[in-house]
Structures are given as structure tokens and as C-alpha cells.
């Protein structure tokens, strides 16, 4: 799909990677819904800087955790520009707690944030994009999707439940809709995060660096363009979830 003209709604577009996302696409010429929660400040200056690409910007306001706002949201983008043709979940909600630490409140806001947002959001959206000739939906996933990890339950549980619901819903949506995910592996620390904690991550993978938003969007990008690509999950991860491998390899190189 060519991203010229398109509509694109990205959530959690205020700042990080969702920002970035939204800014990539904005290059490409692509009108964008800019949904946020609270980073008001953030959202409307990110605004101002994809209007500088010369598109249209709608900044829409939601939480995520509330059903009806995810509706509200849907319906005054398609009302507002008149269609929808690119949708990118980006926003997550990141806490952790293993068993031990879990609350129900803790659990349910991460399965809310993280896995019952996304599939409203396709939900709601799912009748215009099959209206139309084509349409994109790309879910930002995470490494914990495919590999568990105590002290991330709840992120992990729900990012796994949104690979499956990527994969689910490729099979539900196609052939107008194309629905694929993006895993990327450390791409933006927590601003908070220190020097030990950046190099010992950094260490987990393959190439022993921290990857950046734009590669993150890059992939997006790859997914929307390639017309071909259904169902898919994009590793962004500088060869993370291959790593555990070269234990093996050095062992047992037979
Ligand atoms: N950072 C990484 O290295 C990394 C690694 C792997 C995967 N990912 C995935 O990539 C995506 C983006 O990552 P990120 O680090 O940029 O995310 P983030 O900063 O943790 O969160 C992105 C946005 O999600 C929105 N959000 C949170 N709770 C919400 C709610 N109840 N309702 C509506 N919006 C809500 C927030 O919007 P407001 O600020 O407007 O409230 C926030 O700015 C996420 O899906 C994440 O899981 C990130």
C-alpha cells in the first residue's frame, strides 16, 4: 500500500515510539489521527510537527481502558476524514509484577491497555477498512509475546494474547485487510533507566546495542508498503530471541 493520502490512525502517538511511528508516516504522506491519553502537551506538539510534513493531523483524546471512548475515538476519525485506512496499536501500558505481586486491578488495566484495546480498536475500525479497497492494521507487540517472564506477567500474557490476536485476525479480515505485528527488543529505555541497566540489556542480544524507534518504524513502514505480507510478526530485535542459541551452538557445535 502507497501511504500517500492514506489515513493512519496511530495510538499512544504523543511521544516515543508511538511518536515516531506517526512521523514516518506523516513523511510518506499520510494524514494521521494522533490518539493520546494524557500527554496533552506531547500530542499537540507532535501535532504541529507532522503538519510540517504538509498533512492533516487529528489529535483525538482516549482512554484506553474505557470501551466507549475507543468507539468515540474510532468514529470521529472515519467521521472526520471520511475513512480509515492504516491502524497502528502502539500504546501499551508497562508494569511489572510477577504472581506474587499481582492485583486484579494490575492485571486488569494491563489486559485492558495491552490486548483488549487493540482488538476494539480493529473491532470498531474493521467495518471501514473492509469497505474500502485495502486496509492495514500493524500491532506493536514484544519479546514477552513469545517468551515468558515472571516479573512481566500481565505484559506478557497480553502481548502474547495480541501476537495471537494478529495471527486470528489476519485469518478473519483478509483478503482486504492485511493484519501483521511488529516485536521489537530494546528499542527506548524508561527515562529513569541506568547506565548498568542499559549495558546489561543491551548485552541479551546479538549485536550488543540498543536498537531506536526508527527501526521500529521502518518495519511498520515494510508491513504497509508490502502488499504481500499477512499475518506476519517482525522481529526488531537485534537477534534477542535467537541469542539463547549460541549457548547451544558453543556446546554442542554438531
Ligand atoms: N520501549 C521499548 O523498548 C519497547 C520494547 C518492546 C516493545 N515495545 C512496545 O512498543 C510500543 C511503544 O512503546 P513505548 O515504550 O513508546 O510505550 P510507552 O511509552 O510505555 O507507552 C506509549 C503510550 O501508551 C499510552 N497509554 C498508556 N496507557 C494508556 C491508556 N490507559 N489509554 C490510552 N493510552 C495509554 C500512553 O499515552 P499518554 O502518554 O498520552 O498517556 C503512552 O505515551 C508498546 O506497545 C510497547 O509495548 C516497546
Redesign the pocket.
Known amino acids: 500500500m502507497n501511504q500517500k493520502d492514506r489515513i493512519a490512525l496511530v ?2 502517538a ?5 511518536r515516531v511511528i506517526a512521523m514516518s508516516l506523516a513523511k510518506r504522506g499520510c494524514h494521521i489521527v494522533l ?5 496533552v502537551g ?2 499537540f506538539a507532535t501535532a504541529e510537527e507532522l503538519k510540517s510534513y504538509g498533512v492533516k493531523v487529528l489529535p483525538i483524546q ?4 474505557r470501551p466507549e471512548q475507543i468507539e468515540a475515538m474510532i468514529e470521529q476519525a472515519v467521521t472526520h476524514f471520511g475513512g480509515l485506512d492504516i491502524l497502528v496499536n ?5 508494569v511489572r509484577a510477577d504472581l506474587q505481586s499481582m492485583t486484579l486491578d494490575v492485571w486488569n488495566e494491563i489486559l485492558a ?2 490486548l483488549t ?1 487493540p482488538m476494539l480498536c480493529i473491532k470498531y475500525a474493521a467495518p471501514v477498512l473492509l469497505r474500502q479497497e485495502s486496509g492495514v492494521v500493524i500491532n ?4 514477552y509475546s513469545e517468551l515468558p517472564t515472571p516479573p512481566m506477567l500481565a505484559h506478557g500474557v497480553a ?1 502474547a494474547g495480541l501476537l495471537n490476536l494478529t495471527r486470528a485476525l489476519a485469518l478473519e479480515l483478509a483478503p482486504r485487510v492485511r493484519v501483521n505485528a511488529v516485536i ?6 524508561p527515562d529513569d533507566a541506568s547506565a548498568e541497566y542499559l549495558a546489561r540489556t543491551a548485552d541479551k542480544n546479538l549485536i550488543k546495542q540498543w536498537g531506536n ?1 526508527d527501526q ?1 518504524a521502518q518495519a511498520v513502514l515494510f508491513l504497509i508498503e508490502n502488499d504481500f505480507m499477512v499475518g506476519e510478526a517482525l522481529h526488531v530485535d537485534g537477534g534477542e530471541s535467537l541469542a539463547w542459541r549460541l549457548r547451544h551452538v558453543i556446546r554442542d557445535p554438531a
Open positions: 495510538t499512544g504523543a511521544k516515543r515510539i508511538g490518539h493520546y491519553n494524557s500527554s506531547s500530542a482516549a482512554d484506553l481502558r502502539s500504546a501499551a501500558s508497562f491497555v495491552n484495546a506493536i507487540c514484544d519479546l502481548k521489537p527488543g530494546v528499542v527506548l529505555p524507534p521500529v
